[in-house]
């Protein structure tokens, strides 16, 4: 599938601001699987200074400051990207991959020679999933029996928090502690990737964090509305002598084709689309558009 994307932010100031500094992770990724084939981003009022670098997850992440006085700031990254999932490798395919439990793994991870960036950094305590509560390893520990694949678990563990959770805009943000969304069982797609993450690392394995896209369908013969898609989030788990599998917990299921990568993190905190400081008083607004359809 060939897609457009368009994810635009907008900024409101109430009072006008005189100096602002942001970071920027809305490039996607170029990978196998996914090919980025054109990609542009417009900023209004123009910057003073802009930079684009690979961070340490291997995420492109853009810097951009604007030094003069401003009410508005828009944001918009367009991009076309190419999407064959099929190019993957197939976790069903794969005996040894799909079939490995939770012991073998845990000993393949101990003795395998893994770097940092790719696997074991993702085995330990983040910003946002830190200090995992007891609740949070027992709804794990029903899933990740030691004998049981870790394939099969996680997949259940998906399932669980598709059935046991509420998805509720209304409730979280993204400073809401994982521990209050375990316990009220409500969130949005943000949350439920961050508590799988959480149950996967309770019981030692490496899980990530990924922030994308996913094209949302119209229902039959309604035209799709311009800006109805928005900002998605999955988790991968790393699986020993397989690699990364991914689980979108939200919608249940192994993300494919609709499913477009932007970035890989230990959690939120590492890859929001746009975060920075900006010198003024008052308040601000603050919009987000995201549009995703076949492109032509």
């Not at 330990?124 to 949070?136: H, V």
Request: hydrophobic share 35%; glycine share 4%; proline share 6%.
């Amino acid at each position: 599938m060939l897609y457009q994307i368009s994810h635009t932010t907008s900024y409101k100031y109430e009072v006008g601001v005189t100096f602002c500094h942001n970071i920027a992770t809305i490039k996607p990724k170029n990978m196998l699987g996914q090919t980025v084939v054109d990609y542009k981003l417009k900023i209004k009022p123009p910057p003073s200074e802009f930079s684009e670098k690979i961070d340490f997850f291997g995420n492109t992440v853009t810097r951009f400051s604007i030094q003069k006085e401003h009410k508005k700031l828009k944001v918009t990254a367009s991009s076309k990207i190419l999407r064959n999932h099929e190019l993957l490798p197939d976790i069903y395919q794969s005996q040894k991959g799909k079939n490995i439990n939770l012991i073998d793994s845990l000993v393949t991870l101990n003795s395998e020679r893994l770097k940092i960036i790719d696997v074991k950094q993702f085995i330990l305590e983040s910003i946002l999933i830190a200090n995992i509560s007891p609740e949070i390893r027992a709804y794990a520990e029903i899933s990740f029996k030691p004998n049981r694949s870790i394939f099969e678990a996680c997949y259940e563990l998906m399932e669980r928090i598709f059935n046991d959770f509420e998805f509720n805009p209304n409730v979280t943000n993204v400073a809401t502690p994982i521990h209050d969304v375990i316990l009220n069982k409500k969130g949005v797609c943000q949350d439920f990737a961050q508590i799988a993450i959480a149950c996967a690392r309770s019981v030692g394995l490496p899980a990530r964090y990924v922030s994308g896209y996913i094209e949302t369908l119209p229902p039959p013969g309604k035209e799709k509305l311009i800006g109805t898609d928005a900002s998605h989030a999955w988790f991968s788990l790393y699986i020993p002598t397989f690699g990364w599998v991914d689980f979108d917990p939200t919608n249940n299921q192994i993300p494919k084709n609709q499913h477009i990568v932007v970035a890989y993190g230990r959690d939120y905190y590492d890859v929001p689309p746009l975060k920075g400081v900006i010198y003024s008083s008052g308040r601000n607004k603050m919009n987000v558009e995201v549009d995703i359809r076949p492109a032509v």
